[in-house]
C-alpha cells in the first residue's frame, strides 16, 4: 500500500480551520478576497500554524458591493495581495491530508475547490468537512438562544469575543471569523 493509499485515523489527522471573504456568493462568477487558516493538531486541538492572506481579485467589475463592503476591500487596503494560485499553493502545502473546518465551510471549500481546478492545484485534505453550524445545532437545539445560527449570534451567547455587528455586515475578517470559529468548535465539543 503506498503512502497516498494507507488510511489514517481522523483522529491523527490535523484540522484545517478556513474561512474566506469573497466578492459575492455566486460559486460561478465571484472570487475570492481574503483566506484565513488555522492548522489544528487534531487531537490536542492546539495551533499549529496561521496563514493569512488577501487576494488580488481579477474581476472586481462583477463584485457584489455588499460582499465588498463586508469585506471592507479597498485598493490602499488590498496593494500588497497576492495572486490566488500561490496563496492556494500555500494552502495546500500547509495542511497535507487535513480534514477542512469552518462556519458554513462547504461555502469556503466549493470556492476553494474551483480554485484548485482551475490552477490545477493538487492536494491531499480528507473529504470529510467539519462543519461547526451543525455542532451548533446540536448544541443549541433545545435552548432559548441564540434565534440563528449565524457565528455573531452564536459567539454572542457563548460569550465569545467577537464585533458586536457581525450579524449586521460589519466585523468581518478571514482570520478574525476562522479565530472566532475555533473558539466555538472547541466550546461545543467541550474542549479545553
Same mark, same amino acid.
Do not use: Q
Given at each position: 500500500?503506498? /503512502? &497516498?493509499?494507507? &488510511?489514517?485515523?481522523?483522529?491523527?489527522?490535523?484540522?484545517?480551520?478556513?474561512?474566506?471573504? %469573497?466578492? $459575492?456568493?455566486?460559486?460561478?462568477?465571484? !472570487? =475570492?478576497?481574503?483566506?484565513?487558516?488555522?492548522?489544528?493538531?487534531?487531537?490536542?486541538?492546539? =495551533? &499549529?500554524?496561521?496563514?493569512?492572506? *488577501?487576494?488580488?481579485?481579477?474581476?472586481?467589475?462583477? @463584485?457584489?458591493? !455588499? /460582499?465588498?463592503?463586508?469585506?471592507?476591500?479597498?485598493?490602499? !487596503?488590498?496593494?500588497?495581495?497576492?495572486?490566488?494560485?500561490?496563496?492556494? *499553493?500555500?494552502?495546500?502545502?500547509?495542511?497535507?491530508? +487535513?480534514?477542512?473546518? $469552518?462556519?458554513?465551510?462547504?461555502?469556503?471549500?466549493?470556492?476553494?475547490?474551483? $480554485?484548485?481546478?482551475?490552477?490545477?492545484?493538487?492536494?491531499?485534505?480528507?473529504?470529510?468537512?467539519?462543519?461547526?453550524?451543525?455542532? +451548533?445545532?446540536?448544541?443549541?437545539?433545545?435552548?432559548?438562544?441564540?434565534?440563528?445560527?449565524?457565528?455573531?449570534?452564536?459567539?454572542?451567547?457563548?460569550? =465569545?469575543? =467577537?464585533?458586536? *455587528?457581525?450579524?449586521?455586515?460589519?466585523?468581518?475578517? @478571514?482570520? %478574525?471569523?476562522?479565530?472566532?470559529?475555533?473558539?466555538?468548535? &472547541?466550546?461545543?465539543?467541550? /474542549? *479545553?
Amino acid at each position: 500500500m503506498s /503512502a &497516498k493509499e494507507e &488510511k489514517i485515523n481522523f483522529r491523527d489527522r490535523d484540522i484545517l480551520f478556513v474561512d474566506l471573504e %469573497t466578492t $459575492g456568493l455566486d460559486f460561478e462568477k465571484h !472570487e =475570492i478576497l481574503e483566506v484565513g487558516c488555522l492548522l489544528v493538531n487534531g487531537r490536542l486541538l492546539s =495551533i &499549529k500554524e496561521k496563514y493569512y492572506a *488577501k487576494v488580488r481579485p481579477m474581476h472586481l467589475e462583477i @463584485a457584489s458591493e !455588499e /460582499a465588498l463592503r463586508i469585506s471592507k476591500y479597498s485598493e490602499v !487596503e488590498w496593494r500588497d495581495a497576492k495572486p490566488l494560485e500561490k496563496i492556494l *499553493k500555500d494552502i495546500a502545502k500547509l495542511a497535507p491530508n +487535513a480534514m477542512v473546518a $469552518g462556519w458554513k465551510v462547504d461555502f469556503d471549500w466549493y470556492f476553494l475547490e474551483k $480554485g484548485f481546478k482551475k490552477y490545477n492545484i493538487k492536494h491531499s485534505f480528507d473529504y470529510h468537512l467539519i462543519d461547526c453550524i451543525s455542532i +451548533a445545532y446540536y448544541y443549541f437545539r433545545d435552548k432559548k438562544e441564540p434565534a440563528e445560527l449565524r457565528l455573531g449570534s452564536v459567539c454572542r451567547t457563548l460569550e =465569545i469575543p =467577537i464585533h458586536e *455587528k457581525h450579524g449586521e455586515g460589519e466585523g468581518h475578517g @478571514a482570520m %478574525t471569523d476562522i479565530l472566532a470559529t475555533f473558539e466555538v468548535f &472547541k466550546k461545543l465539543t467541550g /474542549a *479545553k
